[in-house]
């Protein structure tokens, strides 16, 4: 089994930054791809931003020069650093992981979401 744990939501104004943490923990052998998705309500759920193990990055265009994921492979830690968040960005924020467990298992694993909202 292999858990992941969201920290950093909560609410912002306009213009305000964030910093979402997620820390995974368990059986883990590696991780491949770790991300971060959100889903607005009454929306479905989209990536935001993902990283691989070697660092690279993509993001959804809604967030492009404003979010930066960032990961520490030592501590099997994900983040995601919001600037200049807009009220269109609230959502519930999921952290993703993607890799091979101490058996050799591939696991798909998210974390239980955390709110964020954009308010003045």
């Known amino acids: 089994q292999v858990q992941l744990v969201e920290s950093g939501g909560g609410l912002v104004q306009p213009g305000g930054s964030l910093r979402l943490s997620c820390a995974a923990s368990?059986?883990?052998?590696?991780?491949?791809?770790m991300g971060w998705y959100r889903q607005a309500s009454g929306k479905q759920r989209e990536l935001v931003a993902g990283i691989s193990s070697g660092g690279s990055t993509n993001y959804a265009d809604s967030v492009k020069g404003r979010f930066t994921i960032s990961r520490d492979n030592a501590n099997n830690t994900v983040y995601l650093q919001m600037n200049k968040l807009k009220p269109e960005d609230t959502a519930v924020y999921y952290c993703?992981?993607?890799?091979?467990?101490?058996?050799?298992?591939?696991?798909?694993?998210w974390g239980q979401g955390t709110q964020v909202t954009v308010s003045s």
């Open positions: 368990g059986s883990i052998k590696s991780i491949y791809g």
């Open positions: 993703n992981a993607a890799g091979r467990n101490m058996w050799q298992q591939p696991f798909d694993s």
